[in-house]
Protein backbone atom coordinates (compact mmCIF):
# COMPACT_ATOMS: atom_id res chain seq x y z
CA UNK A 1 0.00 0.00 0.00
CA UNK A 2 0.95 3.35 -0.80
CA UNK A 3 2.68 5.39 2.21
CA UNK A 4 1.09 8.83 2.39
CA UNK A 5 2.19 12.63 3.76
CA UNK A 6 0.08 13.71 6.19
CA UNK A 7 1.27 17.27 8.11
CA UNK A 8 4.43 15.62 9.56
CA UNK A 9 3.66 12.21 9.33
CA UNK A 10 3.67 9.35 6.90
CA UNK A 11 1.01 6.88 6.80
CA UNK A 12 -0.49 4.15 4.55
CA UNK A 13 -2.77 6.52 2.18
CA UNK A 14 -5.93 4.46 3.26
CA UNK A 15 -5.53 5.88 7.05
CA UNK A 16 -4.88 9.61 5.89
CA UNK A 17 -7.97 12.16 7.08
CA UNK A 18 -8.43 15.59 6.85
CA UNK A 19 -11.40 17.90 8.67
CA UNK A 20 -14.76 18.22 6.78
CA UNK A 21 -14.22 22.19 7.36
CA UNK A 22 -11.05 22.02 5.78
CA UNK A 23 -10.55 24.72 3.15
CA UNK A 24 -9.01 22.25 0.42
CA UNK A 25 -12.54 20.33 0.87
CA UNK A 26 -14.77 23.74 0.57
CA UNK A 27 -13.30 25.54 -1.68
CA UNK A 28 -10.96 24.16 -3.45
CA UNK A 29 -8.03 26.96 -1.61
CA UNK A 30 -4.81 25.03 -2.22
CA UNK A 31 -2.19 24.88 -4.90
CA UNK A 32 -0.78 20.93 -5.99
CA UNK A 33 1.92 19.41 -8.42
CA UNK A 34 2.42 16.44 -10.01
CA UNK A 35 5.93 15.02 -10.07
CA UNK A 36 7.41 12.00 -11.95
CA UNK A 37 10.31 9.81 -10.79
CA UNK A 38 11.72 7.04 -13.19
CA UNK A 39 13.55 4.79 -11.29
CA UNK A 40 14.37 7.09 -8.14
CA UNK A 41 15.06 10.29 -10.23
CA UNK A 42 12.89 13.41 -10.48
CA UNK A 43 12.10 14.77 -13.90
CA UNK A 44 12.13 18.97 -13.06
CA UNK A 45 11.14 19.37 -9.46
CA UNK A 46 13.07 22.06 -8.71
CA UNK A 47 10.80 23.76 -11.27
CA UNK A 48 7.89 21.65 -9.79
CA UNK A 49 8.72 22.94 -6.18
CA UNK A 50 9.70 26.88 -7.23
CA UNK A 51 6.06 26.88 -9.28
CA UNK A 52 3.95 25.93 -6.08
CA UNK A 53 5.93 28.29 -3.87
CA UNK A 54 5.01 30.99 -6.05
CA UNK A 55 1.44 29.60 -6.60
CA UNK A 56 1.14 29.68 -2.72
CA UNK A 57 2.42 33.04 -3.01
CA UNK A 58 0.19 34.01 -5.30
CA UNK A 59 -3.19 33.27 -3.52
CA UNK A 60 -1.57 33.85 0.07
CA UNK A 61 -0.81 30.66 2.18
CA UNK A 62 2.14 30.40 4.39
CA UNK A 63 4.19 27.71 4.82
CA UNK A 64 7.56 27.95 6.54
CA UNK A 65 8.88 25.06 4.05
CA UNK A 66 11.68 26.16 2.18
CA UNK A 67 12.54 24.40 -1.18
CA UNK A 68 15.17 22.25 -0.04
CA UNK A 69 13.05 21.27 2.61
CA UNK A 70 10.36 20.19 -0.37
CA UNK A 71 12.96 18.13 -1.77
CA UNK A 72 13.90 16.39 1.13
CA UNK A 73 10.25 15.36 2.00
CA UNK A 74 9.56 14.42 -1.30
CA UNK A 75 12.48 12.19 -1.97
CA UNK A 76 12.08 10.50 1.49
CA UNK A 77 8.64 9.70 0.71
CA UNK A 78 9.77 8.31 -2.80
CA UNK A 79 12.11 6.09 -1.00
CA UNK A 80 9.74 5.23 1.15
CA UNK A 81 6.94 3.82 -1.58
CA UNK A 82 10.14 1.78 -3.02
CA UNK A 83 7.93 -1.36 -3.30
CA UNK A 84 4.86 0.63 -5.00
CA UNK A 85 7.11 0.34 -8.39
CA UNK A 86 9.69 1.63 -9.96
CA UNK A 87 8.62 4.38 -11.70
CA UNK A 88 6.36 6.63 -9.27
CA UNK A 89 4.27 10.08 -9.38
CA UNK A 90 3.86 12.18 -6.33
CA UNK A 91 0.44 13.94 -6.29
CA UNK A 92 1.53 17.06 -3.67
CA UNK A 93 -1.35 19.36 -2.49
CA UNK A 94 -0.97 22.18 -0.01
CA UNK A 95 -4.39 23.67 1.47
CA UNK A 96 -4.86 26.90 3.76
CA UNK A 97 -6.19 24.53 6.10
CA UNK A 98 -9.15 23.97 8.57
CA UNK A 99 -10.90 26.54 10.12
CA UNK A 100 -13.70 26.51 12.92
CA UNK A 101 -16.06 27.83 10.18
CA UNK A 102 -17.15 27.93 6.58
CA UNK A 103 -16.22 31.80 5.42
CA UNK A 104 -15.25 32.64 1.95
CA UNK A 105 -12.59 35.45 3.10
CA UNK A 106 -9.30 33.82 4.40
CA UNK A 107 -8.95 32.91 8.22
CA UNK A 108 -6.26 34.24 10.50
CA UNK A 109 -4.12 31.68 12.31
CA UNK A 110 -4.63 28.56 10.73
CA UNK A 111 -1.67 26.67 9.16
CA UNK A 112 -2.09 24.99 5.90
CA UNK A 113 -2.77 21.23 5.24
CA UNK A 114 0.05 19.73 3.72
CA UNK A 115 -0.15 16.43 2.18
CA UNK A 116 1.52 13.98 -0.20
CA UNK A 117 1.53 10.45 -1.57
CA UNK A 118 2.60 8.13 -4.53
CA UNK A 119 1.41 6.51 -7.47
CA UNK A 120 2.94 4.27 -10.17
CA UNK A 121 2.74 5.69 -13.23
CA UNK A 122 3.47 4.23 -17.03
CA UNK A 123 6.94 3.73 -18.47
CA UNK A 124 8.38 5.96 -20.77
CA UNK A 125 7.07 5.71 -23.91
CA UNK A 126 9.78 5.01 -27.01
CA UNK A 127 11.34 7.86 -28.76
CA UNK A 128 10.32 5.99 -31.55
CA UNK A 129 7.22 6.81 -33.79
CA UNK A 130 6.28 3.74 -34.80
CA UNK A 131 5.50 2.51 -31.03
CA UNK A 132 4.45 6.06 -29.78
CA UNK A 133 1.06 5.62 -28.89
CA UNK A 134 -1.04 8.38 -30.58
CA UNK A 135 -3.34 10.37 -29.09
CA UNK A 136 -7.17 11.88 -30.17
CA UNK A 137 -8.79 15.30 -28.97
CA UNK A 138 -11.41 17.54 -29.31
CA UNK A 139 -11.56 21.64 -29.80
CA UNK A 140 -13.93 23.67 -27.43
CA UNK A 141 -14.77 27.01 -26.20
CA UNK A 142 -12.38 27.78 -23.12
CA UNK A 143 -14.28 28.44 -20.40
CA UNK A 144 -12.70 28.59 -17.45
CA UNK A 145 -11.32 31.33 -14.96
CA UNK A 146 -8.89 33.67 -16.12
CA UNK A 147 -6.16 32.82 -13.87
CA UNK A 148 -4.81 29.18 -14.99
CA UNK A 149 -1.48 30.28 -14.47
CA UNK A 150 -1.73 29.21 -11.00
CA UNK A 151 -1.86 25.23 -10.25
CA UNK A 152 -5.08 25.76 -8.09
CA UNK A 153 -6.94 22.45 -6.45
CA UNK A 154 -10.20 23.63 -7.83
CA UNK A 155 -10.17 22.32 -11.36
CA UNK A 156 -13.85 21.77 -12.34
CA UNK A 157 -13.92 23.98 -15.18
CA UNK A 158 -10.83 21.57 -16.21
CA UNK A 159 -12.72 18.62 -15.67
CA UNK A 160 -15.62 19.85 -17.01
CA UNK A 161 -13.92 20.30 -20.41
CA UNK A 162 -11.63 16.97 -19.75
CA UNK A 163 -15.23 14.93 -19.49
CA UNK A 164 -16.52 16.77 -22.75
CA UNK A 165 -13.66 14.98 -24.57
CA UNK A 166 -14.18 11.49 -22.78
CA UNK A 167 -17.89 11.82 -23.57
CA UNK A 168 -16.40 11.97 -27.02
CA UNK A 169 -14.31 9.33 -26.93
CA UNK A 170 -11.18 11.04 -26.91
CA UNK A 171 -8.20 11.70 -24.90
CA UNK A 172 -7.94 15.29 -24.25
CA UNK A 173 -10.11 18.41 -25.01
CA UNK A 174 -8.21 21.19 -26.83
CA UNK A 175 -9.03 24.63 -25.53
CA UNK A 176 -9.57 28.24 -27.40
CA UNK A 177 -10.05 31.48 -26.52
CA UNK A 178 -12.83 34.11 -27.77
CA UNK A 179 -10.83 35.58 -30.35
CA UNK A 180 -10.54 31.69 -31.53
CA UNK A 181 -6.56 31.75 -30.40
CA UNK A 182 -5.33 28.81 -28.72
CA UNK A 183 -4.89 28.19 -25.09
CA UNK A 184 -4.18 24.61 -23.72
CA UNK A 185 -5.28 21.35 -23.19
CA UNK A 186 -7.55 20.41 -20.36
CA UNK A 187 -4.72 19.29 -18.43
CA UNK A 188 -1.93 20.21 -20.89
CA UNK A 189 -0.30 21.91 -22.69
CA UNK A 190 -0.18 22.16 -26.76
CA UNK A 191 2.28 22.63 -29.27
CA UNK A 192 1.84 22.15 -32.87
CA UNK A 193 5.00 22.14 -36.08
CA UNK A 194 4.36 23.90 -39.29
CA UNK A 195 7.08 23.50 -41.79
CA UNK A 196 9.49 21.85 -39.28
CA UNK A 197 9.10 25.00 -36.91
CA UNK A 198 7.94 24.08 -33.07
CA UNK A 199 5.21 26.40 -31.82
CA UNK A 200 3.35 27.14 -28.75
CA UNK A 201 1.42 29.88 -27.27
CA UNK A 202 2.83 32.52 -25.11
CA UNK A 203 3.04 31.95 -21.43
CA UNK A 204 0.22 34.64 -19.56
CA UNK A 205 -2.68 33.95 -17.36
CA UNK A 206 -4.46 31.58 -20.18
CA UNK A 207 -2.55 28.91 -19.58
CA UNK A 208 -0.68 26.67 -16.97
CA UNK A 209 3.60 27.46 -16.72
CA UNK A 210 3.65 23.87 -17.83
CA UNK A 211 6.98 22.28 -16.38
CA UNK A 212 7.06 19.54 -19.07
CA UNK A 213 6.56 22.70 -21.65
CA UNK A 214 9.24 24.45 -19.61
CA UNK A 215 11.89 21.61 -20.54
CA UNK A 216 10.68 21.00 -24.06
CA UNK A 217 11.50 24.43 -24.58
CA UNK A 218 14.58 24.88 -22.92
CA UNK A 219 16.22 21.17 -24.22
CA UNK A 220 15.10 22.06 -28.04
CA UNK A 221 16.68 26.32 -27.87
CA UNK A 222 20.20 24.49 -26.07
CA UNK A 223 20.38 22.06 -29.02
CA UNK A 224 19.49 24.59 -31.59
CA UNK A 225 17.94 21.64 -34.75
CA UNK A 226 14.39 22.26 -34.57
CA UNK A 227 13.21 25.91 -35.05
CA UNK A 228 11.19 27.16 -31.63
CA UNK A 229 8.79 29.89 -31.90
CA UNK A 230 6.35 30.99 -28.47
CA UNK A 231 4.00 33.68 -29.75
CA UNK A 232 0.03 33.32 -30.43
CA UNK A 233 -1.48 30.79 -32.45
CA UNK A 234 -4.84 30.28 -34.04
CA UNK A 235 -7.37 27.73 -34.28
CA UNK A 236 -6.97 27.74 -38.34
CA UNK A 237 -2.76 27.47 -37.59
CA UNK A 238 -3.94 24.65 -35.45
CA UNK A 239 -6.29 22.67 -37.74
CA UNK A 240 -3.59 23.28 -40.76
CA UNK A 241 -0.67 22.02 -38.19
CA UNK A 242 1.79 19.14 -39.95
CA UNK A 243 2.06 18.01 -36.35
CA UNK A 244 -0.03 18.84 -32.92
CA UNK A 245 1.78 17.68 -29.51
CA UNK A 246 0.33 17.45 -25.81
CA UNK A 247 2.48 17.78 -23.01
CA UNK A 248 2.48 17.10 -19.33
CA UNK A 249 4.37 15.50 -16.21
CA UNK A 250 2.51 12.17 -17.02
CA UNK A 251 2.19 12.38 -21.05
CA UNK A 252 5.53 13.69 -21.52
CA UNK A 253 5.33 14.71 -25.00
CA UNK A 254 2.30 12.94 -26.39
CA UNK A 255 1.71 12.90 -30.56
CA UNK A 256 -2.15 13.82 -31.49
CA UNK A 257 -2.81 12.35 -34.67
CA UNK A 258 -6.54 12.88 -34.87
CA UNK A 259 -8.57 16.61 -34.30
CA UNK A 260 -12.35 16.13 -34.01
CA UNK A 261 -12.49 13.27 -35.69
CA UNK A 262 -10.24 14.15 -38.33
CA UNK A 263 -6.38 13.54 -39.17
CA UNK A 264 -3.62 16.16 -38.07
CA UNK A 265 -1.10 16.21 -40.73
CA UNK A 266 -0.58 12.92 -42.86
CA UNK A 267 -2.68 11.15 -39.55
CA UNK A 268 0.73 9.68 -38.85
CA UNK A 269 3.33 10.43 -35.57
CA UNK A 270 5.61 12.76 -37.16
CA UNK A 271 9.53 13.20 -37.84
CA UNK A 272 9.91 16.33 -35.70
CA UNK A 273 8.06 14.92 -32.64
CA UNK A 274 10.20 11.65 -32.60
CA UNK A 275 13.82 13.98 -32.85
CA UNK A 276 12.30 16.36 -30.07
CA UNK A 277 11.26 13.92 -27.80
CA UNK A 278 14.71 12.09 -28.14
CA UNK A 279 16.45 15.77 -27.53
CA UNK A 280 13.87 16.25 -24.69
CA UNK A 281 14.54 12.63 -23.04
CA UNK A 282 18.55 13.54 -23.38
CA UNK A 283 17.55 16.70 -21.53
CA UNK A 284 14.71 15.42 -18.69
CA UNK A 285 16.56 14.62 -15.71
CA UNK A 286 18.91 17.90 -15.78
CA UNK A 287 16.17 19.91 -15.46
Not at 47 to 69: F, Q, V
Request: aromatic share 8%.
Amino acid sequence: MSIAYLNGEYLPLAEARISPLDRGFLFGDGIYEVIPYYNGQSVGLMPHIERMINGLAAIEIKSTLTADDWKTLLDDLIARNSEVGENLGVYVHVSRGADVKRLHAYPENVEPTIFAFAFKIKDPEPADRTQAHQYSMITTEDLRWQRCHIKSTALLGNVIHYQEGHAAGADEAMLFNAKGELTEGSSTNVFIVKDGVVVTPIQDNQILPGITRRIVLDSLKADGSIPVEERIVTMDEVRAADEVWITSSSKEIAPVTKLDGKPVGNGEVGEVWEKAFKIYTAAKFDA
